[in-house]
């Protein structure tokens, strides 16, 4: 029975372990990618914000990650069957592994808003809002995937 107990038990920890554990004091909640721009006075603003990598670059001293916004709740969860929210620059002050940053990847982040950047995309002029990171989480596939824990039990031989 104790067995049985102590499997339960990493069960749900595992579970609960698939959201980010961000610290989340002072978020500006009303803020995203497609509104940020309306106004110079949310410069500062701590934002929560994610979506999926579209492209990472290592620079001289930082990181920078293009993503294209989902809109996110407020324990850093991702909807990613909603429509995008826009573009968005995330700079990470050192070196992330771009391999693993990589285009297609699940992300949900805790920032300073810094401004807007003039950019590309395409052959289009683009403003990209600018976060600072102070917190990151790499989603994987598993835990991207729906807000409940995935627990079957049974007994039974399964074939796939």
């Known amino acids: 029975m104790k067995k049985i107990s102590a499997v339960i038990v990493l069960l749900l920890l595992n579970a609960c372990a698939s959201k980010p554990t961000f610290t989340l004091d002072n978020i500006d909640y ?23 990598i579209l492209s ?59 401004g807007m950047e003039n950019g590309t995309v395409g052959d289009a002029q683009y403003s990209f809002p600018q976060v600072k990171i102070t917190q990151l989480h790499l989603w994987n596939q598993q835990n991207l995937q729906g807000n409940s824990p995935n627990i079957q039990f049974g007994i039974g031989v399964l074939f796939h």
């Open 30 to 52: 009303k803020l995203n990618p497609s509104n940020v721009s309306l106004s110079s006075q949310s410069i500062g603003h701590t934002v929560l914000w994610g979506g999926i």
């Open 56 to 114: 990472s670059n290592n620079l001289k001293n930082q990181t920078r990650l293009e993503i294209l916004s989902y809109p996110i709740d407020k324990q850093g969860r991702l909807d990613t069957e909603a429509e995008p929210l826009g573009r968005f620059h995330a700079i990470y002050s050192g070196y992330l592994e771009t391999a693993e940053y990589r285009k297609n990847r699940w992300v949900s982040l805790t920032g300073i808003f810094t």
